[in-house]
């Protein structure tokens, strides 16, 4: 339960991108709270992608600013520069979270326990890893469940509800506001900013959904941190 609440939501983008300024813009707007999980060893690097048949930038913000842009929110590891971890040794994998967490840390100026893998692969042998050696408590993966029973165990495999570019998010939003339920519930939706700008799913949408999950009396509105810990 969430400050006496049965219901949460919370949102999770990846790779700490210039998009992101825009995104916080509208999470802010409607008063809701996400994690950014940030590569540190690539801030402020320019570059651009091809998905979905758009060119789109993929700069990632600067250093400078990773604190100012994400107040109010969350900032979590995503690897020092963004190497699939899976299949990695043990030394290896600690330097990549260890080395992101502690410069992430210094840039805003508060300890970070939370985490998402980077391109999505994870395993037993991965999480074990960063459970012993790191201060990291959980770490999403790219496994849509859609369900909102709330993970209760494994946390540095935590598999989030949705992934906002299916086309099953709108009904999987109105599914959890119309649920009643004796149980905790949580809608976990995750993905990129810059696949707006890939119109994987259009920026206008993306705050039709916002503004539908807005300014519920019975539900909670955290960061990842805030709803899993």
């Not at 995104?23 to 998905?51: C, D, H, M, Q, W």
């Not at 909102?148 to 906002?164: G, H, I």
């Not at 649920?179 to 119109?199: F, N, P, R, T, V």
Request: proline share 3%.
């Amino acid at each position: 339960m969430w400050n006496g609440k049965k219901k949460a939501v919370t949102f999770s983008f990846d790779d700490g991108v210039t998009q992101d300024i825009r995104l916080v813009e509208i999470l802010n707007k409607y008063g809701l709270k996400a994690t950014f999980n940030i590569n540190s060893g690539l801030l402020g690097l320019p570059n651009k992608l091809e998905r979905n048949g758009e060119t789109v930038n993929h700069t990632k913000i600067k250093a400078s600013e990773v604190k100012t842009v994400y107040a109010g929110h969350e900032v979590a590891v995503h690897s020092l520069t963004h190497p699939t971890l899976v299949g990695l040794d043990e030394e290896t994998i600690i330097r990549q979270v260890e080395l992101d967490r502690i410069e992430l840390e210094k840039l805003c100026g508060y300890p970070i326990v939370g985490m998402a893998y980077p391109n999505g692969p994870n395993d037993d042998f991965v999480a074990s890893v960063i459970e012993k050696n790191t201060p990291i408590r959980y770490s999403r993966t790219v496994t849509s469940t859609y369900s909102f029973a709330v993970q209760k165990e494994n946390l540095l495999r935590y598999n989030p509800t949705v992934y906002y570019v299916e086309d099953c998010l709108e009904e999987i939003v109105d599914k959890f506001l119309a649920s009643k339920s004796d149980e905790d519930q949580l809608l976990y939706i995750w993905g990129h900013s810059y696949e707006m700008d890939a119109k994987y799913i259009s920026w206008e949408k993306f705050e039709e959904i916002c503004k539908k999950l807005s300014g519920r009396a019975d539900i909670f509105y955290g960061t990842n941190k805030e709803v899993l810990l």
